[in-house]
């Protein structure tokens, strides 16, 4: 298993032959990734384990990266971590732009020429395919809590003391609940 901060497969010659594969594999360190509002870390590097086969006019590229990232709960700020496993793929033409047949089923963005150098770095498909596993909203737990809005206790300890804040006490103190204006809405049914 090769061990790189980068993620870069040489195509050999004897893979230009139709139906022709070749395994590769190695680690990535990604020290982090960005999705959204949420930046996820990784401690270790990602391993990645790709097939690489000639289907006569391009050269797929199929495979997994997986690896642990860590993050805070989007509720109660503690830190969560979660084990991703994403499937690699991508598609390469052969013949470089001028030479190769741009597949008629396939959108521009679903596939990429094989450089001239036939070269490919897998850095962009390992980040995409670790962006589809990761949560839309990352949370320690689904019955995670939070914290108070008053004094920011992580209410998943216990409670935190506070008194619960009534619209008429609010004043200038605390500001209103912005939904307050809905109580009285005559929404239909």
């Known amino acids: ?7 870069i497969i ?6 230009l032959e139709t139906a022709a594969t070749r395994h590769f594999e190695g680690t990535l360190d990604l020290a982090e990734l960005a999705a959204g509002p949420d930046t996820y870390t990784f401690a270790a590097p990602v391993t990645w ?9 391009a050269i797929l590229i199929q495979g997994t990266a997986a690896g642990d990232a860590a993050t805070q709960c989007a509720r109660c700020l ?5 084990g991703l496993e994403g499937d690699i793929e991508g598609y390469f033409l052969i013949g470089g ?14 596939f990429d020429f094989l450089p001239d150098n036939r070269k490919i770095d897998l850095v ?4 995409a395919a670790l962006l589809l596993e990761v949560p839309l ?11 108070c809005p008053q004094c920011g206790a992580n209410l998943n300890e216990g409670p935190c003391g506070c008194e ?10 605390a500001p209103p609940n912005p939904f307050s204006v809905l109580k009285g809405f005559p929404f239909e049914e």
């Open 1 to 7: 298993m090769a061990t790189d901060a980068t993620a």
């Open 10 to 15: 040489a195509i050999p010659e004897a893979l």
């Open 49 to 57: 384990s790709v097939e690489a086969t000639n289907t006569g006019d």
């Open 78 to 82: 503690e830190d969560v971590t979660y």
């Open 97 to 110: 732009e001028e030479e190769a047949e741009t597949p008629e089923d396939m959108e521009g963005d679903e």
């Open 124 to 127: 962009p498909l390992i980040v």
């Open 137 to 147: 909203v990352p949370l320690c737990d689904d019955d995670c809590k939070g914290l």
């Open 164 to 173: 619960p804040v009534s619209e008429e006490e609010t004043g200038d103190e």
